[in-house]
């Protein structure tokens, strides 16, 4: 069975600012999908970016961008340039790659992210 | 587009009633997934349906819970004799076949009291 863990339950970031949030995870799986989501307080779970584990490259989309280490299980969310609306909390999430298995995905307890201004 | 709709947003019962919960997925979606999610938590899998088939349950889908998706569209997720442990919300999201890519309707806050 997979293990998502974050490790940061709470942090937070003046506006403008960068922050990075940490997401571990424990498979056996060698092809599969790293996620991470945003759900603002208006519940809405939103999928901020996706990563392929057999690509080497690190996922990008606009501001954000993670640091997949596949070696250590790690994948980092870093956020640049923090806005207001990105406060919310988020998900780290995994799932392995393959038919049956699409879209069972395995979730951290999240992190809550407050941007200040 | 019109996104994954859920109804209703919310729900109060007592212990011991029936609850019925509704998901309209995205029109061209032919997977249709539910999650269950309590406070301080990640949402945890439940069940999912490839069109009209369950293809899979989770084993915390106990058998009070019953799940159809009649005709491969909407989808309705039934809760017998609740309890207040059911209490959490429940999403349900769907996706086009060959992506992994997840769209999450809004929930349903379930309250049981």
């Known amino acids: 069975a997979q293990t998502v863990t974050q490790s940061q339950p709470e942090m937070s970031v003046q506006e403008a600012e960068t922050v990075t949030l940490s997401c571990t995870y424990d498979?056996?799986?060698?092809?599969?999908?790293l996620f991470w989501y945003k759900q603002p307080p208006s519940r809405q779970m939103i999928l901020v970016i996706r990563?392929?584990?057999?690509?080497?490259q690190n996922a990008t989309e606009n501001r954000f961008s993670v640091n997949f280490q596949k070696a250590a299980k790690s994948f980092s969310l870093k956020i640049s340039d923090s806005q207001l609306g990105d406060t919310a909390m988020y998900f780290c999430?995994?799932?392995?790659?393959?038919?049956?298995?699409?879209?069972?995905?395995?979730f951290g307890d999240g992190t809550t992210l407050t941007v200040k201004p | 587009d019109t996104g994954v709709s859920q109804n209703p947003r919310h729900k109060i019962t007592k212990r011991g009633q029936n609850v019925t919960f509704r998901c309209d997925p995205i029109?061209?979606?032919?997977?249709l997934y539910w999650y269950r999610q309590t406070l301080g938590q990640g949402p945890e899998f439940l069940t999912y349906?490839?069109?009209?088939?369950?293809?899979?349950k989770s084993r915390l889908l106990s058998d009070r819970f019953s799940a159809e998706r009649p005709k491969g569209s909407f989808s309705t997720l039934e809760i017998q004799r609740t309890e207040q442990g059911d209490s959490a919300m429940y999403l349900c999201?769907?996706?086009?076949?060959?992506?992994?890519?997840?769209?999450f309707g809004s929930g349903t806050q379930l309250s049981v009291l």
């Open positions: 999201a769907s996706s086009d076949r060959g992506t992994e890519k997840l769209f």
């Open positions: 498979t056996s799986e060698n092809n599969y999908y």
């Open positions: 990563q392929e584990a057999y690509k080497q």
């Open positions: 999430a995994f799932m392995k790659h393959g038919v049956p298995n699409a879209g069972k995905s395995t």
């Open positions: 029109s061209e979606h032919n997977r």
């Open positions: 349906f490839q069109n009209e088939a369950q293809l899979e």
